[in-house]
């Protein structure tokens, strides 16, 4: 199942040549052709600040530059077309629960700027939002999954890759394009980690049943346990079962170490995220879920 395919990007436009992701350390690329080799370009420290509030890309003029250096330019002066993956922390992921949805879209999307106002930090009215009407067996609700930006922030960093002569005819977040990595046959928790924010997304039955980003005051496995309890909670109050495994991403060599804490703590299964190029790292898993879904791993 891919999650991109399901869930309509912030901006929509033919498939890409190119696929970019974005952190805070660098950008990571690839051609989306078949057999790609995804590289990863470093950022120097600032360049790059994430926040859902604010402008992320703190130095434009020095952003625009590397991402021009990224892919030589053939000469052809036609677009490239591309995907642009952004950090989670920019945009505002959500699950939400109706008892009816209008059929209109307009009347749709006006009703999920309704729910969302009071929990983004951001004015919601000038947002950037994104969504997609999920099946959900026997619960009698409508559920939504929504994907809500500044605008602002959007648009600072598709600038600097229109500028480089791209064109950004899709537009995610780092965890939906994961989610590629992730099997929907089993109930499972994915903990994803970039920078100091933790993302945990819980997925089943084909859909994504919860979200939680959280920025966190240091790396440990301590406070990895502190949002991971209450999630597993979460499941079993709401959801009166208890999650199949969890699957983390982005820990690099604490993975090993943790993960059987983990495994001890939650009693659950605890497995590394793989893709056809390898474990994601940090700040190219999305890109990797990505490729994947294309078909451009070999």
């Known amino acids: 199942?891919?999650?991109?395919?399901?869930?309509?990007?912030?901006?929509?436009?033919?498939?890409p040549a190119f696929a970019f992701e974005v952190s805070e350390a660098g950008i990571a690329f690839a051609p989306t052709g078949r057999g790609a080799q995804a590289r990863f370009h470093e950022l120097e420290p600032g360049i790059v600040s994430v926040s859902p509030v604010r402008d992320n890309v703190q130095r434009p003029e020095i952003f625009a530059a590397h991402v021009a250096a990224l892919v030589p330019a053939s000469g052809n002066k036609k677009r490239r077309t591309a995907a642009l993956i952004l950090p989670d922390h920019s945009a505002r992921l959500q699950v939400l629960d109706f008892d009816s949805f209008p059929a209109n879209a307009e009347e749709q999307r006006a009703l999920i700027r309704?729910?969302?106002k009071k929990s983004v930090p951001f004015d919601v009215e000038s947002a950037a939002v994104s969504y997609h009407v999920q099946p959900v067996a026997d619960s009698g609700k409508i559920e939504v999954v929504a994907a809500v930006a500044a605008l602002e922030i959007v648009a600072r960093y598709e600038a600097a890759f229109r500028g480089a002569g791209y064109q950004p005819g899709l537009v995610t977040t780092s965890s939906l394009a994961v989610l590629n990595l992730v099997p929907s046959n089993n109930l499972s928790v994915l903990a994803k980690l970039s920078g100091r924010v933790l993302s945990v997304l819980v997925v089943g039955?084909?859909?994504l049943r919860l979200v939680r980003t959280v920025?966190?005051?240091?790396?440990?496995?301590?406070?990895?346990?502190?949002?991971?309890?209450?999630?597993?909670?979460?499941?079993?109050?709401q959801m009166h079962t208890k999650a199949d495994r969890l699957l983390h991403c982005g820990f690099g060599p604490r993975s090993r170490e943790w993960a059987a804490e983990w495994?001890?703590?939650?009693?659950?299964p605890v497995e590394g995220v793989q893709s056809k190029a390898g474990e994601p790292g940090p700040h190219n898993a999305g890109l990797l879920g990505y490729l994947e879904s294309a078909g451009a791993l070999s």
Do not use: C, N, Q, W
């Open 205 to 207: 039955a084909a859909a």
């Open 263 to 268: 495994h001890h703590e939650l009693g659950i």
């Open 114 to 116: 309704f729910r969302v």
């Open 215 to 237: 920025e966190l005051d240091e790396i440990s496995s301590g406070d990895i346990l502190a949002v991971l309890f209450p999630t597993l909670a979460y499941i079993e109050d």
């Open 1 to 15: 199942m891919s999650f991109l395919d399901t869930l309509p990007p912030l901006l929509k436009d033919p498939p």
